[in-house]
């Protein structure tokens, strides 16, 4: 276990290094076709993931980003953003499978040292793991949260599930939910003084309400609400896996229960998604 001089970010190294590790072991045994299988994170295979932890993780680190042009046939490379995601991933797309495991491994070891070896306080300003400013607890929050999400891209693709309520999941589950007032109360367009109830239950369960105060602007507490203008029930791995963009409300229409304003409930489900 790294253990941190600094509490407020012990939780996310450990959530990140049970994440990793479990990523590592996931991938150790795989075959070279079995590298190239389809994965829930849109566009990208199994070594495309694991590519992309390696890469992020590299640079977090400290090394140079890769100079490399992307072929111009990736039709899912659209902006900016895609576009920076997608160096490190489509540099390693010819590697093989003792190269990918090595580097992951080779990474694991460097970047646990670091984290072992960290002095500096928590709201040190360094480059984040997108490539801006971010303090080093948010850039190492979102490292926990990313390697557990695709952990769980790489568990779905390789047909072994599991780690639901791993230090990851509270890690994520707090950040996915962080991000849900403003897809109630700006891009579902929820009326002034309305609530939206979340019940969650499987693998980890809680009940949120996101509260549209009169200007419009929404919170979240975990009070129940008298009277929401909608209630959505649904379990865990649904919930993450809409939040996450990998999959569309419709296609997991049966895994939730919709009580109240279908049309605000619509609203709400196509705009889930949280992450980038």
Not at 26 to 54: F, K, M, Q, Y
Not at 258 to 274: H, K, R
């Amino acid at each position: 276990m790294t253990v941190h001089p600094h509490p407020s970010l012990q939780p996310y190294a450990d959530a990140w290094t049970h994440s990793i590790e479990a990523i590592s072991e996931l991938v150790l045994p795989l075959t070279e076709g079995e590298w190239n299988r389809a994965t829930p994170c849109p566009n990208w295979s199994v070594r495309d993931v694991v590519s992309h932890v390696i890469g992020i993780e590299c640079e977090q680190l400290g090394d140079p980003r890769p100079i490399h042009t992307l072929p111009r046939d990736l039709l899912h490379v659209v902006d900016e953003f895609s576009r920076y995601m997608e160096v490190q991933v489509d540099v390693r797309r010819h590697h093989t499978a003792p190269e990918m495991t090595s580097e992951l491994e080779y990474t694991i070891i460097r970047r646990s040292r670091q984290l072992r070896n960290e002095k500096r306080d928590p709201d040190t300003m360094i480059r984040g793991p997108l490539g801006e400013p971010a303090t080093l607890e948010h850039s190492l929050r979102l490292r926990a949260f990313d390697v557990w999400i695709h952990e769980q891209d790489l568990r779905a693709a390789l047909g072994q599930p599991g780690n639901w309520d791993s230090p990851g999941a509270y890690v994520a589950r707090d950040l996915l939910l962080a991000g849900l007032p403003k897809v109630v109360a700006k891009k579902a367009g929820a009326p002034a003084n309305s609530a939206v109830v979340i019940d969650v239950h499987g693998a980890l369960e809680f009940m949120r309400t996101v509260r549209v105060d009169a200007e419009g602007r929404g919170t979240i507490d975990k009070a129940p609400s008298l009277g929401p203008a909608v209630t959505l029930t649904l379990d865990w791995e649904t919930y993450v896996r809409l939040a996450a963009g990998r999959v569309r409300a419709h296609t997991v229409a049966d895994r939730v229960k919709v009580e109240g304003d279908p049309a605000l409930a619509e609203a709400i489900l196509a705009n889930f998604s949280v992450t980038p």
